[in-house]
């Protein structure tokens, strides 16, 4: 009987908190006034009281049992509001969230000229006679623009770029995305400066012309899009105006700043194919000397070699003296040394010189010396090594040096430095009995902390349902023999370059990084979720692809995809190393299953499993 009537208590309970109160709303993301990517759809997340029915713009949106919600939902660019409605019972509680859908961008309309945003950003750029300069500025949208460059040409053509879309649908790593065109008013051109060309400092001026009120009677007539007319009869009131602007930074040609010797002072340095575009070769350590021989803005344009070139953060390097040449080497012979756990190959050089390494297969590395000729009569091996198996070398490209290493057995791991002006490539071995899990060091780290990472709909943080997989994975590989080394084991924050170090302090054999997803704006979250892995270096790969394979069977969670993803945990190259994105933090359903011991346990079976699977298919043998 006692039993009976606490549990009309509890039902009792449980239904004055649904019924008998106004429910509550707690938006988790976006927040308020947030400004969103320029995007025709976008989702929100959050809470309400359990059992609550709720409505966002009229729309039905699904509640999980505890409370959370996930929306995807259509927005136009500007202010924006989600009207949210959330009922229980004869009780209603309504909320207005206000955001900001695309970047606001001061005095971008029709009814009036403006020049604004010159290419590039920053203060100046050096370029060389012969060059491509590109040229591009912000502008009232619609209109026909040019450029000149006084005392050398008196008009270079720009267009604006996708002036007939409003909205584009484009592919990403993640799905695909609806973009509002943020691009309308970007007007661009460019100009092969020519090879007598030699003044010493360039200006260039903008021009920016309405259209005339017979094009857009015309225009009028051929397209249907009302938006595009509306714009463009707001511009028919300024009928074929004129305005000008000067570019806000100079050009300088052929400066005698340039070219001019640099040489790298960050311990490590990465070199880029752009300025702050990809990357063309990381880990250049402190002390390697190229040619500088232009700059835009913040970035210099080093030439590593006569064909090949790369882009640094000006405030990485420091000028060596004007007049200092750029380093040449001739490289003369090459040797390698045995030891017990790893193989060493010196390359004895004249300089520091800019290299870049490529992994072509799973046995075979290329590594490329800048500024590097080859004298190369002599490569010396250590008879006995059990895993290389050799060494050759070529000349692709003037003062390009290209060494290809070929081993027997499948890379693990390895590093290059430089000890003076000797560059050493060390290559660790795999770790002894292979087949077994017992005594490898495998490092576990628990993403995030001190920041949150992603929030669930319930306000779960990503740290937490991190580091709570970790622990489960690192008792469970610790059951298996394993010595384990976890970078956090609690909330302290751990910045993120040190668990790198962490890993590389306590000779790691392999490295894996625990993670829960989020997706950018205009991805459709209920059609793109699930399990995946990142690798950035090839010997990593299979480790990955073991994971993914044993988390999918496990988790039943849809295969979200393996990738090749450039992140910091996963570029160090002196072992095998992944970064694990386990369920999706912001699908109400996902964050309730990471608050479960249950599959938390399942997780962390699961990518011990794809551990030992690793583990257990190494080949040493060809």
Excluded at 128 to 154: H, K, N, V, Y
Excluded at 258 to 266: G, H, I, K, N, T
Excluded at 416 to 434: M, Q, S, V
Aim: hydrophobic share 40%; aromatic share 12%; glycine share 8%.
């Amino acid at each position: 009987m006692l039993r009976c009537l606490s549990l009309v208590i509890i039902l009792f309970l449980g239904y004055a908190q649904v019924w008998g109160t106004s429910p509550i709303i707690n938006i988790v993301y976006p927040k308020s006034g947030d400004t969103l990517a320029a995007v025709d759809s976008c989702f929100i997340l959050g809470s309400v009281t359990p059992g609550a029915r709720l409505t966002i713009n009229g729309q039905p949106i699904e509640v999980h049992a505890a409370g959370g919600f996930l929306g995807f939902l259509p927005t136009k660019q500007g202010a924006y509001t989600f009207k949210l409605k959330a009922i229980a019972g004869n009780d209603t509680t309504t909320l207005d969230w206000p955001v900001q859908v695309g970047p606001i961008q001061s005095g971008e309309t029709y009814d009036s000229l403006f020049i604004i945003n010159g290419y590039p950003e920053g203060d100046s750029v050096y370029i060389s006679s012969g060059e491509r300069l590109r040229i591009s500025f912000r502008g009232t949208p619609g209109c026909r623009a040019w450029c000149r460059i006084p005392g050398q040409i008196d008009s270079i053509p720009m267009i604006e770029a996708n002036r007939e879309s409003n909205v584009g649908s484009t592919g990403s790593a993640f799905g695909q995305v609806s973009s509002i065109n943020t691009k309308q008013g970007l007007y661009e051109g460019f100009y092969d400066l020519p090879c007598a060309m030699f003044s010493d400092s360039l200006y260039l001026t903008y021009f920016l012309k309405a259209p005339e009120v017979g094009f857009v009677l015309e225009y009028l007539i051929n397209k249907k899009s009302q938006l595009i007319d509306y714009n463009y009869i707001k511009l028919l009131q300024l009928d074929g105006r004129v305005i000008t602007a000067n570019s806000p930074y100079r050009v300088y040609l052929n400066s005698p700043e340039f070219p001019r010797l640099v040489e790298f002072a960050d311990s490590v340095q990465t070199l880029r194919v752009a300025p702050q575009k990809g990357y063309l070769a990381i880990f250049q350590p402190k002390g390697i000397k190229a040619l500088a021989v232009g700059r835009e803005g913040d970035w210099l344009k080093l030439q590593l070699s006569p064909y090949q070139f790369g882009w640094v953060n000006k405030n990485s390097v420091r000028f060596l003296a004007p007049g200092t040449p750029p380093p040449i080497s001739y490289l003369k012979a090459i040797r390698t040394f045995s030891f017990a756990d790893k193989l060493e190959v010196n390359i004895s050089l004249a300089s520091r010189h800019a290299y870049r390494f490529e992994e072509e297969d799973d046995r075979t590395l290329c590594l490329y010396l800048y500024g590097v000729i080859s004298d190369t009569d002599w490569i010396r091996y250590a008879f006995d090594d059990p895993d290389l198996d050799y060494i050759t070398w070529s000349q692709p490209e003037p003062e390009l040096y290209c060494l290809r290493m070929t081993f027997q057995s499948p890379i693990w791991g390895y590093e290059f430095d430089y000890d003076g002006n000797i560059l050493k490539g060390t290559f660790f071995r795999a770790p002894e009995e292979i087949k077994k899990l017992k005594g490898k060091k495998i490092v576990i780290d628990p993403g995030h902390s001190p920041d949150a990472g992603a929030i669930g709909p319930t306000g779960l943080t990503e740290a937490e349902a991190n580091l709570a997989i970790a622990l489960n994975l690192a008792e469970k590989l610790r059951g298996k023999g394993a010595e384990v080394v976890v970078t956090r084991s609690d909330a302290s924050p751990l910045p993120l370059y040190n668990r790198p170090q962490i890993a590389r302090a306590a000779r790691a054999d392999l490295f894996v990084s625990i993670h829960n997803n989020a997706l950018p704006e205009g991805i459709n979250p209920f059609v793109n979720n699930g399990v995946s892995v990142y690798y950035y270096h090839l010997h990593s790969k299979k480790l990955a692809e073991a994971i993914q394979r044993e988390l999918i069977r496990e988790t039943g969670l849809p295969d979200f995809g393996l990738y090749h993803g450039n992140l910091a945990v996963n570029r160090p190259t002196q072992y095998p190393a992944v970064l694990v994105e386990c369920a999706f933090m912001i699908i109400p359903e996902q964050e309730a299953l990471l608050k479960t011991e249950a599959f938390r346990n399942k997780l962390a079976v699961a990518i011990t499993r794809g551990i030992a699977e690793f583990f257990g298919k190494y080949d040493r043998n060809k």
